[in-house]
């Protein structure tokens, strides 16, 4: 009798009540999804420019959409059955609730791509309540009318949503067609059907991505990476590492298991050929300049050069114009250039404990230089102090040590990043001395003003050069009116350039001016300004610039941040006989100071706190599961190559083994050999 009753109820009359109602409310979902996709390319195409090809981009933004929502609605329709079971109208109730909360959400993405030129990703997951305050309060915060703008939004979707739910009636045939071909799409594949996509640019390459999908699919891989990532300590490496073409650098490692990083140091003094002789010790100050890249700084940037002052200095000084940082946020900088250190899960810096380490900071401090950190915010942000402090800084400078008549960045919603570049420059020159100093110094220097959002002190006079610098490029009238979209970010670089400008002019009038090596980089390129390549986000410059120097070059080969610390090391060490140990944990080989194009070095680099996914070799990089092969000025186009592909895979695995065990708690170097070069604190 029982059965007889459940068969009555749910028999093929109940499933098509409940395929119908599902594909109805499906439908009403994917007409919302290729509305937003309307919506947003339209947004982006008045702030970014995109009416070239804004049909093209479209278009392919919808099929990446229905993509997705076929992807995901055969797992939301198992859900739906579950509770339909039980109760139709929960169901719907449940569905509908989805369908509002999902494009609550989408909103909020949408609005934060256009506004960053960045996915969001699991990277939200992995900063402090503080630091996610501080980034979105000075990011100018959310609005009034971006607030009354959502909610008119919202209203218009859970109207929508009630009354076509009521209005439209879906067929019988069509919803089981629907149901069909759900399986079949999820059980053969359907979504790995769909080509990659290579636009011209990398920023229309992210646009067409669905924001939420993205978001969704990297939540699910940061909170169960075990179902994604492949078995790293399987020995199952096929071909070579290194790449044949190029005579890359091997490391003789002595104890990968136990010290995965360990190996005899290989780097060599690369910089005296370039330097007049020295009697003693020189001081070095180190200038990371924040979101400096490439693109728009220095002969042949791709968007015309605006930084005119340091164009001049790179003519005096060594410069690479093919230099990559590691990271493709501040994150990533300190651990990678000061120690060449490998990244862990999140970043080295969000490591709850940091492994012994050696570092440019300790080491030097070891062999009598005093150290020092300036910066113009709060050195807590991304753990920067914690890191400085574990090497044993002299002096750490924030925005904590600036006296009262120092001018900060102008707030913008009640937030500042903290004091200005000038005022970095010029409370580094009013507390380091000159004169009667028995100690070399090493300094870094973090500047902060050409940051999102990019509000700086004197704007009027910044926005005028910007307007002068597009004339002085040639740029015609359609040009000028696109920059203008980004009139902001210029301004801020021509800011921190003049900025550099006055530090030099000051030093210049210092004792100690003549016996100073300077290095000046990015810590990686500006993402609100639309990128062209994957490797753009990375392409920063890297300047030597001392009256030390005998001769000057322009240098095409490729180096990395990693390279930075064993080169100054090798060359203290040749000329002013620092010690320094005959092991290493060094990532980086060196720099190379060839001047034609070529890459000797095989390295990763971490986009962001929870995407490593970018790797070099040679000529060719990996990005993801994309293979893209270099020219020489670092322009790259996505290749075929299933060998040099695999080759990459297993030489990116490789290190992926060894950064685990530093990840899991392992030790960078042994107890003895740390104790053995460093101060104790």
């Not at 060998?643 to 003895?672: R, Y």
Request: hydrophobic residues 40%; contains cysteine.
């Amino acid at each position: 009798m029982k059965n007889t009753t459940f068969y009555k109820k749910y028999n093929l009359q109940w499933f098509l009540g409940l395929a119908q109602s599902f594909t109805l409310l499906c439908l009403i979902w994917l007409v919302f999804l290729l509305v937003f996709r309307l919506f947003e390319t339209a947004l982006n195409a008045y702030t970014h420019n995109l009416s070239a090809i804004f049909l093209n981009v479209l278009s392919w933004g919808w099929i990446i959409d229905i993509v997705m929502w076929l992807k995901w609605s055969f797992f939301i329709f198992i859900f739906y059955a579950a509770v339909y079971f039980f109760s139709s109208r929960r169901a719907k109730l449940y569905f509908q609730a989805f369908i509002i909360l999902f494009f609550a959400i989408h909103i909020g993405l949408i609005a934060y791509f256009n506004t960053s030129l960045a996915l969001l990703g699991a990277d939200l997951y992995i900063y402090s309540a503080n630091d996610i305050k501080q980034t979105l309060g000075s990011s100018g915060g959310i609005g009034l009318l971006s607030v009354i703008l959502f909610f008119i939004l919202l209203s218009v979707i859970i109207l929508s949503v009630r009354i076509l739910s009521k209005k439209i009636k879906v067929t019988g045939k069509v919803s089981t067609s629907f149901v069909a071909i759900l399986m079949v799409f999820t059980f053969f594949g359907g979504s790995k059907l769909i080509r990659h996509v290579d636009f011209y640019t990398d920023f229309e390459n992210n646009l067409i991505l669905n924001k939420s999908d993205y978001f969704y699919t990297a939540t699910y891989r940061n909170f169960f990476p075990q179902y994604f990532e492949t078995d790293i300590y399987a020995d199952n490496y096929i071909g070579n590492y290194t790449d044949k073409q190029a005579s890359s650098i091997e490391f003789e490692y002595t104890d990968e298991i136990n010290f995965p990083f360990l190996h005899k140091e290989t780097a060599e003094d690369v910089l005296s050929p370039f330097f007049k002789p020295l009697n003693k010790a020189p001081n070095i100050v180190i200038v990371l300049v924040e979101g400096l890249g490439r693109a728009y700084s220095n002969e042949d940037a791709y968007l015309g050069s605006f930084t005119p002052f340091l164009d001049s200095l790179s003519a005096r000084s060594l410069y690479w114009k093919n230099f990559l940082s590691q990271g493709g946020r501040t994150f990533a900088v300190l651990p990678s250039l000061l120690g060449s250190l490998p990244f862990a899960r999140n970043g080295f810096l969000d490591l709850a404990k940091m492994p012994e380490h050696l570092s440019l900071l300790n080491l030097l401090k070891f062999n009598g230089y005093h150290t020092s950190f300036y910066y113009g915010g709060n050195a807590s942000f991304d753990n920067m102090g914690s890191y400085l402090k574990a090497n044993g800084i002299d002096e750490l400078r924030d925005e904590n040590s600036f006296p009262d008549s120092y001018t900060k960045l102008p707030a913008a919603n009640g937030f500042t990043w903290g004091f200005n570049d000038k005022e970095i420059f010029r409370h580094y020159l009013s507390t380091r001395p000159d004169v009667n100093v028995n100690k070399p110094q090493f300094s870094v220097i973090l500047t902060i003003a050409s940051h999102n959002p990019f509000i700086i002190n004197e704007p009027d006079k910044y926005l005028r050069l910007f307007e002068e610098r597009m004339d002085f490029l040639n740029f015609n009238d359609s040009e000028k009116s696109n920059y203008r979209d980004y009139k902001n970010q210029y301004a801020s670089i021509l800011y921190a350039d003049d900025a550099l400008r006055t530090f030099f002019k000051a030093y210049e009038k210092r004792s100690d001016y003549g016996n100073t090596i300077f290095l000046i980089t990015g810590d990686h390129r500006m993402p609100e300004i639309p990128m062209n390549t994957k490797i753009d986000r990375y392409h920063v410059p890297l300047i030597i610039f001392s009256p030390l120097l005998s001769r000057t070059a322009q240098i095409a080969s490729v180096s990395t941040h990693f390279d930075i610390a064993p080169s100054i090391l090798a060359y203290l060490k040749k000329n002013h006989q620092i010690k320094t140990p005959t092991l290493s944990s060094w990532i980086g080989q060196g720099l190379d100071t060839t001047r034609s194009f070529q890459n000797l070095h095989s390295v990763p680099f971490i986009q962001n706190k929870t995407d490593m996914i970018d790797f070099i070799m040679g000529e060719y990089h990996l990005n993801a599961d994309n293979l893209y092969q270099f020219s020489p000025d670092l322009d790259e186009s996505m290749v075929e190559e299933r060998q040099k592909k695999s080759q990459l895979v297993n030489a990116f695995n490789k290190f992926k083994k060894q950064n685990s065990v530093i990840t899991n708690g392992g030790k960078i170097l042994p107890d003895s050999l740390f104790k053995n070069y460093t101060v104790p604190n």
